[in-house]
């Protein structure tokens, strides 16, 4: 029965072929490790987001009269409501780990560099749109945390001239409202993950076609060869190789998530989520996720408003924009010594504005 259909599918969508071609055929260099398994992990992790996703949007209700009872009702009288609700918030930070490790590692690798320009720039797409997702998705339980923090990232775009209308866009009007929730339920429900598969597909058929880079950045490499058996034969195949390493990974990233969900249920649900969104009553202290507190404390240390965001765009744009800049002979200027130093610089940065952003 099984060689039928296998035979079936061969004959329409070329299985055989296909399997042959990622399974046995993709070789990977030989020396990759756990660390160059992340983005798969990270794929896993989306998959995770949207099997439980789907599941609380049977509950939710987005409608700021009903949005933070609904939430509660997951929590306390639905079968299981509390272990789906708690899977997903805490896949979710878990995943933009996952995501910034896998982009540290590329970035340390110097995976940006030629050929692989277009699989940087669809893999920094696939970042932010995870960050917005993250955005849209933090509103909807409408607690006090939720909706204060939606209203101070919302009049970001305020501060720079001629943007008013984006924030008008966003939030539907002069204050997040009814208006605000009804869109981003839409963008985290329908757009954005739409969004997320196109730029998945592209990115996961670009790493197919050109392949992991040698960890020896400074290794000569035939870019015209195919990462095939052919051309590498001292590669690891996909299959059982890489995969099994991958499937270890994606275990150890299960095993994180419920070790917070049983040991630290509240991680990731500081008091004021357990209180209902209040646009009259103003918290003492408002901060973002912790994905965002290197980006916001470094906006708070700068007095002008408008520098501080323009900083950070021009940080996003050097991002997106790395594998084009300062090139020379066909290269980027960073490689070597200077693209680890700046690593280093650059996370040590981010690890001290995070923790800095925390107190």
């Known amino acids: 029965m099984w060689e039928k259909i296998k035979a079936w599918l061969e004959l329409r969508i070329g299985e055989r072929t296909f399997t042959r071609t990622i399974m046995h055929e993709f070789r990977l ?56 609700r708690l899977i997903h918030l805490t896949s979710a930070n878990v995943m933009i780990a996952t995501v910034f490790i896998h982009t540290a590692y590329v970035f340390f690798n110097g995976d940006f560099r030629r050929p692989r320009e277009l699989t940087w720039l669809s893999g920094a797409g696939l970042l932010f749109l995870t960050l917005t997702l993250s ?3 933090y509103l909807l339980p409408w607690h006090q945390l939720s909706y204060w923090t939606t209203t101070v990232l919302s009049t970001i775009p305020t501060v720079l001239p001629f943007l ?24 985290h429900v329908a757009l954005l993950p739409a969004l997320v598969l196109v730029f998945a597909f592209i990115h996961a058929f670009l790493v197919i076609r050109i392949g992991f880079s040698p960890r020896d950045t400074d290794t000569a490499v035939d870019h015209t060869k195919e990462f095939k058996t052919e051309s590498y034969p001292d590669g690891i195949p ?36 357990n209180v209902e969104a209040n646009p009259l009553l103003t918290p003492e202290v408002i901060k973002p996720q912790w994905y965002f507190l290197a980006p916001y404390q470094l906006m708070k240390m700068i007095p002008n408003k408008f520098l501080g965001i323009s900083l950070n765009i021009l940080f996003i744009g050097f991002f997106f924009l790395l594998p084009f800049v300062g090139k020379r002979e066909g290269q980027p200027l960073l490689s070597g010594k200077a693209l680890h130093g700046t690593f280093y610089v650059a996370v040590s940065l981010w690890l001290i504005l995070t923790i800095w952003g925390g107190f």
């Open 29 to 84: 260099p030989k020396d990759t490790g756990y660390l160059g398994t992340f983005g798969l992990v990270a794929m896993a992790a989306l998959i995770v987001q949207a099997v439980t996703g789907v599941l609380l949007m049977m509950y939710y209700m987005p409608h700021p009269d009903h949005a933070f009872r609904s939430v509660q009702i997951i929590m306390t009288k639905v079968s299981f409501g509390w272990l789906f």
């Open 135 to 137: 955005v849209t998705g």
């Open 164 to 187: 008013d209308w984006l924030a008008q866009l966003i939030r539907g009007g002069e204050f997040v409202s009814n208006i605000t929730l009804s869109r981003y339920f839409g963008f």
């Open 238 to 273: 996909f299959y059982p190789n890489y995969l099994l390493k991958a499937l270890s990974m994606v275990m150890l990233f299960v095993v994180v998530v419920f070790f917070i969900i049983t040991f630290l249920p509240s991680l990731f649900l500081p008091p004021l989520s």
